[in-house]
């Protein structure tokens, strides 16, 4: 397999359950993000991992963990979700680089519908 | 605060006619631009990007943007477009780190 992919491609949860989505990158990446992206609305960043590192978590509710166990993975656990989480979720991962930053490769995402 | 504005949320084009999307952003110094297409249930794939140097810079399937200092601006043109080009397309930007702001994005339709 080559570049980055996401499992699974839907998902459909009740708010009480949990579950997660993994993202895999194929590709020597360094960085690692996790994007919502509703109807209508720009692509929310939520997490920037850099070497395994979370740099920045974009005030995103505490219902959404992220897990990064090394630099090729990463994770997004979802528990107790409310209706209005229902979106696509997009992973994406770059080399970057100090100063500077290289252009980030996206997976086909998670369609997520919670009922 | 920084920020990204695609101003058409909706271009209609007939096949073989040009095209071009507009993109501003606000920033105090020269962010890395890029632009994106996504097509319906896929994720995002790169067609170009200006990090410095020639302010034109061609991409793939045809596109081309230009950057212009003096007005923010990375607009995205082709000169001659394909059905398969509707799509929705985002500017995005990326100042000095390695997070991506993005657009609200436009969609493109073509009509035959």
């Known amino acids: 397999e080559t570049g980055v992919t996401q499992t699974p491609r839907h998902l459909v949860m009740g708010m009480t359950n949990k579950k997660s989505l993994k993202c895999e990158q194929h590709?020597?990446?360094?960085?690692m993000y996790w994007y919502k992206q509703s109807a209508k609305k720009p692509l929310e960043l939520m997490f920037v991992y850099s070497l395994e590192e979370r740099v920045e978590n974009n005030s995103v509710p505490s219902r959404f963990s992220p897990e990064c166990p090394n630099s090729s993975h990463l994770f997004l656990h979802l528990h107790t979700l409310q209706p209005e989480d229902s979106a696509l979720y997009l992973c994406a991962s770059s080399q970057a680089t100090s100063g500077g930053t290289a252009e980030a490769f996206f997976g086909q995402g998670t369609r997520l519908t919670v009922v | 605060a920084q920020s990204v504005t695609q101003p058409d949320i909706h271009i209609t084009v007939s096949e073989g006619a040009s095209l071009e999307l507009r993109c501003n952003y606000s920033y105090g110094a020269t962010p890395y631009l890029f632009w994106y297409v996504q097509s319906p249930g896929q994720g995002l794939q790169l067609l170009l990007k200006y990090f410095s140097g020639d302010t034109l810079v061609q991409g793939i399937k045809g596109f081309e943007a230009e950057f212009k200092r003096s007005q923010s601006s990375f607009n995205l043109r082709k000169p001659s477009v394909h059905w398969s080009d509707a799509a929705e397309y985002f500017c995005?930007?990326?100042?000095?780190?390695?997070?991506?702001?993005f657009g609200a994005g436009t969609t493109v339709t073509v009509r035959a």
């Open positions: 590709l020597g990446h360094n960085a």
């Open positions: 995005a930007v990326a100042f000095n780190d390695y997070k991506l702001s």
